[in-house]
C-alpha cells in the first residue's frame, strides 16, 4: 500500500493512493487553509469507519442477511493536550435491510471491532477507548424506504 501528500500552499495539501485515488487535504480559515477538504485527523476518524463499515457489511452478506444500507456515525472526542490523539470514539451502525436478524447484526459488529478491523485494532492498541452501538431498521416491519 502507497500513498503520497504533497504540499500545494499554505496548509493544503494534495493526497494520493496507490490505488490512483485522490483527494484535497486542508485546514480551517483560521489556521491558514481555505477549508477545501477534510483535516487529517477527521480522515482518520473517517478510514475507521469506512474499514468497519466494509466489515460489517461483509460479515452480513456472507450470513444472507438481506442488508439495504448501512451507516456508521463516529464520535471522536480528543485529548486537550498536544498532541490531540483520539482519546474516546463512539461508533453508532444503523443498518437497515429486510427480516434482519439482531444478533447476526451485533455479531457482524463486534467481530469486526474484535478480529477484522485493521484500523480498530491500532487505535485501540493506542490506548483509545472504542465503543459500538447499533440500530436496526426492519424495512418490512416499518414499511419505510431506505435512507441514504
Known amino acids: 500500500m502507497q500513498a503520497r501528500i504533497k504540499w500545494l500552499e499554505d496548509v493544503t495539501f494534495m493526497a494520493s493512493a496507490g490505488s490512483g485515488h485522490a483527494l484535497v487535504i486542508d485546514g480551517p480559515p483560521d489556521k491558514g487553509g481555505r477549508n477545501l ?3 487529517p ?8 469507519g469506512a474499514c468497519a463499515s466494509f466489515d460489517v457489511v461483509s ?6 442477511q438481506n442488508v439495504v444500507s448501512c451507516e456508521a456515525l463516529l464520535e471522536a472526542e480528543r485529548a486537550d493536550a498536544v498532541p490531540a490523539v ?3 470514539i463512539h461508533m453508532r451502525f444503523v443498518v ?4 434482519l436478524k439482531t444478533v447476526q447484526v451485533e455479531r457482524a459488529v463486534q467481530l469486526s471491532a474484535d478480529k477484522y478491523c485493521s484500523a480498530s485494532a ?3 492498541a493506542a490506548g483509545v477507548k472504542i465503543t459500538h452501538t447499533v440500530e436496526i431498521i426492519d424495512l418490512d416491519a416499518t414499511g419505510a424506504t431506505p435512507q441514504t
Do not use: D, N
Not at 41 to 48: R, W, Y
Not at 59 to 64: E, H, M
Open 41 to 48: 485527523m477527521e480522515m482518520l476518524l473517517m478510514g475507521l
Open 37 to 39: 477538504g477534510p483535516r
Open 59 to 64: 460479515i452480513l452478506r456472507k450470513s444472507r
Open 86 to 88: 483520539f482519546t474516546q
Open 122 to 124: 491500532m487505535l485501540a
Open 96 to 99: 437497515q435491510g429486510h427480516a
